[in-house]
Each structure stands twice: as structure tokens, then as C-alpha cells.
């Protein structure tokens, strides 16, 4: 690797974005933030861009111009600026602007420029409902939502733009990330946050049914790790899951959150008829092709979060 490449990072003010941001500086790379800060932590920016290695463009991926002036001087780029899931059924018009065109903006000045490489976040949400656990890059991906329809258009972007003019990129489809600077609007997140403030009152977590729903569970620092990997995999053009192979129920969670809280108590079942969707990635891809494999347990993030918070 050159030393000091510039990495353009799209949502690099975000929960993911300032993970990487910092593993990227703590290699030796410069970043440039392309984010307009609807979510963004603006004072963690702030001191980021005192340390002169970092630089922040204020601005929207809808607008393609702006895009494609930011990106100027930047020899490889990390697409992560999205709306979630929740937004994208709210307002699917929005969705689809940011994550579709916006992405569509982000890629296409990436070939123009000739970048190295192109990191984009997937997501496991490409799959839908799965068939069979763990979920494998090859099974049929069925998304449900304008953010999930997204992510899958994202990679066949990235595809065309390979065959157009031989951009090199990989695709991560990350499981359910949790960990520091999460917004607690997320929808594991909150259940996380819940129970935790349940336990903290001396009352048990409330679950509805058996607790059987799952998550595969993949800390942020992992992620982060898992994106760098990939700026400077030999390998390319290929989606791969990040996740840690384990299905976590939410009975379990409970009980992992109970240990870390050190609570005396048992959680309370709900007796009532609950979808169970079920989580699990495959991870040998991501082990063949870029040498990623998880290094936090998810009892051991699990209890971290709560020591922090
Ligand atoms: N957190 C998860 O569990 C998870 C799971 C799968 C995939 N992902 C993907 O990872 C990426 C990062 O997620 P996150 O959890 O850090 O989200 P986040 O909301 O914390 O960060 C997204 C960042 O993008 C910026 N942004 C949003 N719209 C923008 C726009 N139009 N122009 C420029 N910047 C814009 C926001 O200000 C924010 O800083 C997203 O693409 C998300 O879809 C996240």
C-alpha cells in the first residue's frame, strides 16, 4: 500500500463510518468524509479534522456534480451513506434517491475516476426471509424493502461499472452490528437498550413467545476491520457476508445481558404466536477471500456495551 492514499469515505461520520475512519488513520491512510451529517457525529468530525489527516465535504450523494468534484484526488473509496431500513418503508422515495441514485453517483464518478478500489456496505437484508441457515452468498436473494432492493442494486451497479470500465470493488453484506456510537434507534439496538434498563431496575427482560427470533450479532470494530480488509484484499468483484456464523435468539441475548449486568434473575416469557425469522452467516467467503474472520464474541461486546454505558 502507498503510504498516506486518500480514501474518499461516504458516511464516514456515522456509527460504521468513524470506526473505519479511525482503523483507515490508524494505518497510515488520509481520509476524505463525504457526508451531510443528518446523522453524523459533527464534533467527533471536528476533532478528527484538527489532526490534519482528515477532511470533511458537507455534502448530499444526490447531487452527482458535488460527488464527482469531492472525489477528485482520492485513490480509493468506501461507500457506507444510506438511510435505513425503517426511513426507506416511511418514505420510499427518499430511499431510493439516496440509496440508489446517490449510490449510482458514488460508483459511476468512481469509475470515471479510475479508483483502485470501491468498498460498498451491503447488507444481509438482500436475502429477505432466509431459506436455510447459515445464509450463503449464492442462495437466492429475495429483498423486501426499497433499503433491501437497494443494496442488491448497489452490487449489480458495481458489477456493470466492472464490466464497463473495469472498476474493482467488493461488497459487504454485514449482519445485525452493534456496539459504541450506535443511535438507539436501531431496532436490535433497541432491544439491547431495553433489556439492559429493565435489568438495571432490578426487573427481568419481557420476551414475547419462546425468544427463538435470532440475530447474527457482529461488533462494529469487526466491521470496520472487515472494510479495511477489503480496501486492500488481491481479490475482488464479489459480495461476501460479514457476520460471526452464530445465531443469537433473543432468550439468548437476554440471558448474555443478565451476565453482563451481573443481575440475579431469570427473563420472563410471554406466551403469545411470534414470527421467528432466524440470522446465521456463512462466513467462508469472507475467510477465503479477504482473511476476515470475527475477533468479538458477542458476550464479550455484549458486556462491554454495557460497562460503557
Ligand atoms: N448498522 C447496521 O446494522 C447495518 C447493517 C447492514 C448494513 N449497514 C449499512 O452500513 C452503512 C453505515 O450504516 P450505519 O449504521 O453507520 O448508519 P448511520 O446512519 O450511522 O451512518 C450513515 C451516514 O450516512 C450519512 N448520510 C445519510 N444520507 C446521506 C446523504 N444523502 N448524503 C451524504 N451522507 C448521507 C449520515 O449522515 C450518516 O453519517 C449503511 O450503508 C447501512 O445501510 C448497516
Known amino acids: 500500500m502507498p503510504q498516506k492514499e486518500t480514501v474518499f ?20 491512510y488520509k481520509v476524505r468524509i463525504f457526508d451531510n451529517m443528518f446523522r453524523g457525529d459533527r464534533e467527533r468530525v471536528n476533532e478528527l479534522v484538527k489532526t490534519g489527516n482528515v477532511e ?3 455534502q448530499d450523494i444526490r447531487y452527482g456534480g458535488a460527488v464527482h468534484a469531492a472525489m477528485k484526488g482520492c485513490d480509493s473509496v468506501i461507500h ?3 438511510v435505513s431500513i425503517n426511513k426507506s418503508v416511511a418514505d420510499s422515495y427518499e430511499s431510493v434517491d439516496i440509496n440508489i441514485a446517490g449510490a449510482h453517483n458514488v460508483f459511476a464518478a468512481a469509475a470515471d475516476h479510475g479508483v483502485r478500489r470501491v468498498v460498498f456496505a451491503s447488507s444481509a437484508s438482500v436475502y429477505g426471509d432466509p431459506e436455510k441457515l447459515p445464509m450463503h452468498e449464492d442462495d437466492r436473494l429475495h429483498p423486501l424493502t426499497p433499503y433491501c432492493i437497494a443494496k442488491r442494486t448497489g452490487e449489480d451497479l458495481l458489477d456493470y461499472y466492472q464490466r464497463k470500465s473495469g472498476l474493482s470493488w467488493i461488497a459487504l453484506r454485514f449482519f445485525n452490528v452493534y456496539g459504541p456510537g450506535q443511535k438507539t434507534t436501531a431496532y436490535y439496538t433497541s ?12 426487573q427481568p427482560p419481557v420476551i414475547d413467545g419462546a425468544g427463538e427470533q435470532s440475530m447474527d450479532f457482529i461488533h462494529v470494530k469487526d466491521i470496520a476491520r472487515s472494510v479495511v480488509l477489503s480496501l486492500e484484499s488481491e481479490k475482488d468483484n464479489v459480495a461476501l457476508n460479514v457476520g460471526t456464523g452464530i445465531d443469537t435468539s433473543i432468550a439468548d441475548l437476554a440471558r448474555i ?4 449486568v451481573g443481575a440475579d434473575i431469570e427473563p420472563i416469557f410471554n406466551p403469545r404466536d411470534v414470527l421467528v425469522s432466524r440470522r446465521a452467516a456463512d462466513i467462508r467467503r469472507a475467510q477465503e477471500t479477504i482473511g476476515f474472520t470475527y475477533e468479538i464474541p458477542v458476550e464479550q461486546g455484549m458486556a462491554e456495551l454495557v460497562a460503557q454505558a
Not at 11 to 24: K, S, T
Not at 191 to 202: D, S, Y
Open 80 to 82: 457506507l451513506a444510506a
Open 56 to 58: 470533511l465535504i458537507d
Open 191 to 202: 432491544v439491547i437498550n431495553h433489556f439492559v434498563n429493565r435489568l438495571r431496575n432490578g
Open 9 to 28: 469515505v461516504t458516511g464516514g461520520a456515522g456509527f460504521i463510518g468513524l470506526h473505519v475512519v479511525d482503523q483507515l488513520l490508524e494505518k497510515g
Open 257 to 260: 445481558l443478565i451476565k453482563a
